[in-house]
């Protein structure tokens, strides 16, 4: 065979793969589509307009709906694994069989909130005359405070902290310089602002020395039912250091019961990997379920004096396995009152207050309201510390 022809069968294969690629691969998913919904995704990219968030959305809709992504994507997973211990962009493997968010890590290794490039990127706003920047939480939170204390209500934000900040020790590799947690120095802001907050960092820190279970769930972002008793304890405390509370407690309402749950990880779901269920198992945790005098399970009530604001560490325990036995059900227990709440998971910085604007009447009762959000939301909460009317 000539030099020429090989060069020739050598072009043409080159230009029939890249048509393979470019035109063989949309076409199989187009037809796909048209057999499966009736319609092809790609028609939606000329029936909108093509601004910035248009376009993002298109790409990833295209990406999850690509029978070839996911017929490779988990296999491709699965090597990554197998041969780095790369468990992907959301989780991180530590020791021990530790599991942790990558967000939290991300959150501590990276500048604070009172750090100049924590705002690069953003744009400074005037807010009654004063130039402020609202991915600083402490604008947000100082204007809730604002408009809680024109009603006679209370504040008390809870910052949780996540897994690393507590045992940074179980990273592997990640751990120097992610010993300070900005967190810190959120609690020591609002405290000089006069806001009401409870620090759970250093007393979570200090309780996992001598605990005999961990405070945080291994393969789970969140904490263990012997974490959550910890801070519930020291809320309740604060909480009731209000007379208007402490005014409202009845020491017999509720009792508590002990169960054993199996809990199978998050974080483990996060990877995707397809073959999760083989690498790690579920862990066993006794949890406290919380219930009132007639025996049924802890229930919230929408006429407490006490209005709980929270994300997933506040559902947790409570409305999934085994259910009463979260945060907001243990200090109920505690405090000897039944609370109302808000919950909204990843969405404590400002979608939990939008979703107030379906609950109005929650107002009408609350003295204090108590704001609790993971602390990686300082950084990377949804919709970011918006500023929002509370309802009337």
């Known amino acids: 065979m000539s030099t020429s022809r090989k060069t020739a069968i050598l072009q043409w294969t080159t230009i029939g793969s890249l048509l393979l690629v470019v035109v063989g691969i949309p076409a ?23 601004t910035k968030e248009n376009l993002h959305g298109w790409d990833l809709q295209a990406r999850d709906n690509s029978i070839f992504g996911s017929s490779i994507r988990p296999r491709v997973l699965q090597w990554q694994y197998d041969l780095f211990g790369d468990m992907g962009p959301k989780a991180i493997e530590g020791r021990n069989g530790w599991l942790f968010y990558r967000p939290d890590v991300d959150y501590l290794a990276r500048p604070g909130f009172q750090d100049e490039r924590f705002y690069l990127g953003s744009f400074d706003t005037t807010i009654a005359g004063k130039r402020e920047n609202l991915r600083n939480p402490l604008v947000a939170i100082r204007d809730v405070h604002r408009q809680l ?25 990640f751990e120097v310089g992610i010993k300070h947690s900005p967190t810190l120095d959120l609690i020591d802001s609002l405290q000089a602002s006069g806001i009401g907050v409870v620090d759970l960092v250093r007393p979570l820190r200090a309780s996992k020395l001598g605990a005999k279970t961990d405070l945080y769930l291994r393969r789970d972002t969140h904490w263990s039912p012997a974490g959550l008793a910890v801070a519930a304890e020291i809320i309740a405390r604060k909480l009731l250091d209000f007379p208007e509370i402490a005014s409202r407690r009845d020491s017999r309402r509720y009792v508590a019961r002990d169960t054993l749950i199996e809990r199978w990880g998050d974080i483990c779901e996060m990877s995707a990997l397809p073959r999760r269920r083989g690498i790690w198992k579920t ?4 949890a406290s379920r919380v219930f009132d005098s007639t025996g049924s399970p802890y229930a919230d009530s929408d006429s407490g004096a006490i209005l709980w604001l ?26 000897g009152q039944p609370i109302a709440s808000v919950v909204n998971d990843g969405g404590a910085s400002t979608v939990v207050r939008r979703k107030l604007l379906q609950k109005p009447g929650v107002f009408r009762h609350a003295k204090v309201v108590v704001w609790e959000f993971v602390e990686r939301d300082i950084r990377f909460g949804a919709d970011g510390w918006a500023l929002e009317k509370l309802p009337r």
């Not at 919904?37 to 000329?46: D, E, K």
């Not at 862990?283 to 006794?286: A, G, I, K, P, Q």
């Not at 997933?312 to 505690?334: M, N």
Request: charged share 15%.
């Open 283 to 286: 862990e066993s945790v006794h």
């Open 28 to 50: 199989t998913q187009a037809v796909h589509e048209l057999s499966t919904t009736g319609r092809a995704h790609i028609v939606s990219l000329y029936t909108h307009a093509p």
């Open 149 to 173: 204390a024109a009603r006679g209500i209370r504040l008390v934000v809870v910052p949780v902290p996540g897994k690393p900040t507590i045992y940074p020790e179980k990273l592997a590799g």
């Open 310 to 335: 929270g994300d997933s560490y506040s559902r947790i325990y409570q409305t999934d396995a085994p259910k009463a036995a979260g945060i907001i059900a243990q200090v109920a227990l505690r405090t």
